[in-house]
């Protein structure tokens, strides 16, 4: 077999020989990243000893958000927890954010509501309305959520807190997108989840560079030690992401994979809003340290150039099956992966899917890095 593999790149041209080796090259980069680092988790099982009560604070930012804090607000509210007070902040909301505020506070006695005033001359975004509530809050570990979520279940702070331990300063939880009709909606769902099965796989393997918001819990004397977002106050993104990515320690992060602690938000219904959303998102990724930077970007381009080649390659005849059999021996290991992250993530319905969504995100990506980049001074949070 070897003898007539040889016998076969022996009898191509030199360019046609290259674009073999930096194939393989690629294939092994992404093997790499797959074998070792992403398929954790699918492999890890986390048996977690029960905690004492830890009192908790879920910290909302909420800005003009009146019709999701009606609906959703109340599954936050109604934890099963023995100990613990939502703050929301009402970041100059124009709509009846403030009303239905009220009206829980008289139902819900650990609802604590804290209010910006509208400046027309300040640009501010959510860091500040974060930093507010965060210092509103009373208790040492912080859970943070986005108004447009809902917790998995009733027993999301307890899930999450059985982590909240002398030894972690972050845990680092999934939030996922609900699941509606359509090519888009699983797109999203499926981007999600790959960035999940990163930061999380990335995490458990020692190099801990970014959390969501949607889900996300750390120390508050963390937070004032660190002096909070000061470092990158000017951005309007990262003030989850760049916020773990300088503060992280390796040994001092966790991950819940426990379908209760998930929490599902409201999905982007046009391009043009999930487009500005990942703008925003990656208008923060060039402050990431370097070390992670290389290597979020390396399995990409990998990718891409793997797929590029391997369309080239599979027109010569000589060479279509070292192609054909790089090409199935990645599949078999990226399919592999993608169903046990969609098994552990429940999302549904987007395995069929998988193998195109592979090949474009990289280019979708890359454009929306670009343009956040450039329009990262005229972003904004709502």
């Given amino acids: 077999m070897i003898d007539k593999l040889i016998e076969l790149l022996t009898d191509i041209n030199c360019w046609q020989f290259w674009l073999v080796c930096t194939l393989a090259l690629a294939w092994l980069i992404e093997m790499l990243y797959y074998l070792i680092v992403f398929i954790r988790v699918g492999r890890r099982k986390q048996q977690v000893p029960y905690n004492p009560v830890v009192p908790v604070s879920v910290v909302i930012c909420a800005k003009n958000e009146a019709e999701n804090l009606r609906t959703r607000l109340v599954h936050v509210l ?37 209010e910006i005033s509208h400046n027309a001359q300040f640009r501010q975004g959510k860091k500040l309305a974060l930093t507010i509530g965060i210092k509103a809050a009373k208790n040492e570990w912080l859970l943070l959520t986005d108004a447009d979520c809902i917790p998995a279940s009733k027993n999301w702070i307890r899930t999450m807190s059985q982590y909240f331990t002398e030894g972690n300063d972050f845990v680092l939880g999934y939030g996922g997108y609900e699941e509606r009709p359509g090519f888009l909606n699983k797109l999203i769902r499926y981007d999600a989840g790959f960035i999940a099965l990163q930061y999380f796989t990335f995490a458990e393997a020692g190099m801990p560079y970014m959390g969501v918001g949607r ?13 909070g977002f000061m470092s990158h106050s000017r951005l309007m993104s990262g003030d989850d992401d760049l916020f773990v990515n300088e503060n992280a320690q390796k040994r001092r992060v966790a991950v819940s994979y426990n379908p209760d602690s998930f929490t599902t938000c409201e999905s982007k219904e046009t391009f043009h809003q999930w487009n500005t959303q990942k703008q925003r998102h990656f208008s923060a990724s060039e402050r990431y340290k370097g070390s992670h930077k290389f290597l979020l970007a390396l399995e990409p381009m990998a990718r891409s150039y793997f797929y590029l080649a391997a369309v080239v390659l599979s027109f010569f005849e000589p060479l279509y099956i070292v192609t054909g059999t790089l090409f199935l021996t990645r599949y078999l290991v990226f399919i592999y992966t993608i169903s046990k992250a969609a098994n552990r993530f429940k999302i549904k319905g987007v395995k069929a899917l998988a193998l195109l969504f592979d090949i474009i995100l990289p280019y979708i990506n890359l454009v929306q890095m670009i343009l956040g980049n450039i329009r990262k001074e005229r972003l904004k949070w709502k």
């Fill in 78 to 114: 109604e934890q099963d927890y023995p100990d613990f007070e939502v703050v929301v902040v009402n970041d100059q909301s124009t709509d009846d954010t403030e009303m239905i505020l009220d009206e829980y506070k008289q139902k819900y006695p650990n609802l604590y509501v804290t």
């Fill in 215 to 227: 889900n996300l819990a750390y120390r508050k004397s963390l937070f004032v030690k660190s002096k």
